[in-house]
């Protein structure tokens, strides 16, 4: 199992820019499909973006055109670049890692590696 260890959350002003990052370690990412979920108080753990091994990418709907991921397999991490950042983009984010990688699943139980999750707080 890999582990994953995200960073760079915060408290931003709406129109904002944060990002975040995901380091694994204890095996290579490999083939994995790399996703990035976030959970709001209340609300169920949802996909926001995905990227497979070879760079292939999901966004939920919410975020498209505002978050940007990417994955540097030779350093093991993957990022997500979020940009006009809104008060409803506040959760605790969590990168996860799928070891299948066949195709990027929205399903949470899919996914076999989970950081431990990073705050984004963003005012407005």
């Known amino acids: 199992q890999v582990q994953l260890v995200e960073s760079g959350g915060g408290l931003v002003q709406a129109g904002g820019s944060l990002r975040l990052s995901c380091a694994a370690s204890?095996?290579?990412?490999?083939?994995?499909?790399m996703g990035w979920f976030r959970q709001a108080p209340g609300k169920e753990r949802e996909l926001v973006a995905a990227?497979?091994?070879?760079?292939?990418?999901y966004y939920a709907d919410s975020v498209k055109g505002r978050f940007t991921i990417s994955r540097d397999n030779a350093k093991n991490a993957v990022s997500l670049q979020m940009n006009s950042l809104k008060p409803e983009d506040t959760a605790v984010y969590y990168c996860?890692?799928?070891?299948?990688?066949?195709?990027?699943?929205?399903?949470?139980?899919?996914?076999?590696?989970w950081g431990q999750g990073t705050q984004v707080t963003v005012s407005s």
């Open positions: 996860a890692a799928d070891r299948r990688g066949v195709a990027v699943s929205r399903d949470a139980h899919d996914y076999d590696s």
């Open positions: 204890g095996r290579s990412l490999g083939s994995s499909v």
């Open positions: 990227i497979t091994w070879s760079g292939n990418r």
